[in-house]
């Protein structure tokens, strides 16, 4: 059973806006290339994973050197894979929404060819929790990196 650490709960809360502010700057990379690419006539897909790529680049400096400062200069590569395999998996539910939603929004609210962007705002604010707690409890976590763990 997990305990409830208050301390822990507390440190939390700035942890989670600098997670924020760090998300709000890949998603903004991810927007803007999103539909740069979309214009240039990439089918949505394709272009979501580019653009959601690169939203990963930037997410994964800025979480490492900022967010979870705690683990500053302690970055592995194995660091590294675990944000990739939870950035992947953030992807893979972040395309399906996107695919689910993309043409019942059109549909729905009469804009055709611009279901893409209110799909990808609900998609985003879904896959914001799971990157979050995995990165917090498997990438991030001190405790749980043996790298860090001995120190």
Do not use: C
């Not at 998300?23 to 690419?37: C, K, M, N, R």
């Amino acid at each position: 059973m997990a305990k409830f650490n208050l301390k822990e709960q507390q440190e939390s809360i700035p942890q989670f806006i600098r997670f924020l502010i760090v998300g709000t700057s890949g998603t903004l990379i991810d927007f803007l290339i999103l539909i740069i690419l979309k214009n240039f006539g990439f089918h949505t897909l394709t272009a979501n994973a580019i653009s959601f790529s690169a939203g990963l680049v930037n997410n994964y400096y800025w979480n490492s050197h900022w967010t979870y400062k705690d683990t500053f200069g302690k970055r592995s590569l194995d660091q590294f894979l675990k944000f990739a395999v939870v950035s992947l998996l953030g992807l893979g539910f972040n395309s399906y929404i996107l695919f689910l939603l993309e043409t019942p929004i059109e549909k729905l609210l009469g804009i055709p060819g611009l279901g893409y962007l209110p799909a990808k705002v609900i998609a985003t604010a879904v896959v914001l929790f799971w990157n979050y707690l995995a990165n917090r409890k498997w990438t991030f976590n001190s405790s749980n990196n043996p790298l860090i763990k001995g120190e």
